[in-house]
Each structure stands twice: as structure tokens, then as C-alpha cells.
């Protein structure tokens, strides 16, 4: 075991994520995005929004809008609820908006 040397303030990093609810929004900084994670090879975006990291989780059609998305990009994410596709799977429908200015 290291000895932790305590020459300082330290602020503990804490990763929330979004389980949004039909309607929820959430914006913020892209620090970070990953591909192939998980058991699900799943995206996974970092938002940063007043110091706090948030992980969201791709989705097919998500990841289709984040395409567009570049690191540092400041943007919204509103989760508009499911539909369910032709071959009757249930789709979570986004819309995502970057700040232009």
C-alpha cells in the first residue's frame, strides 16, 4: 500500500447518470465520448454542467444525432419518450441541439 501524501484540498469526482423520464432534458459541455463499452458495446457520453459530470448512455438513434457532436461541443438533449419500430422493438426517440454561438 502507497501512503496518500495530504498536501492539499481534494474534491471528490463523482459521475452521475441520466435515467431521464419522457420530456427530461439535460445540457451541458461533451468532455468525453467512448465507444464499444460494456457488455452492450455501447456509446457512452460525459456531459459537464457546473463542475458535475453526467454519463449518458447511446441509444441507436441517439448515437445516429451524436454523430454530429464534437468534444467540447456545448449541447442539449431532450429524451422525447419510445416508440416502437416496424418490427415492433422499442425506440428511445432524442432530440439533440448545439449551442452555435
Known sequence: NKKQHDNGK??????????????????GKLISQKHGVGRYNQNMYI???NSKKTIIWGKTQLDKLMDDVDIDDYIRITFNGCIKTGSGHKMHVYNVQKRMD
Do not use: F
Not at 481534494?10 to 445540457?27: A, F, R
Open 47 to 49: 456531459l459537464e454542467y
Open 10 to 27: 481534494w474534491q471528490e469526482i463523482k459521475t452521475d447518470t441520466w435515467n431521464p423520464k419522457e420530456g427530461e432534458m439535460i445540457e
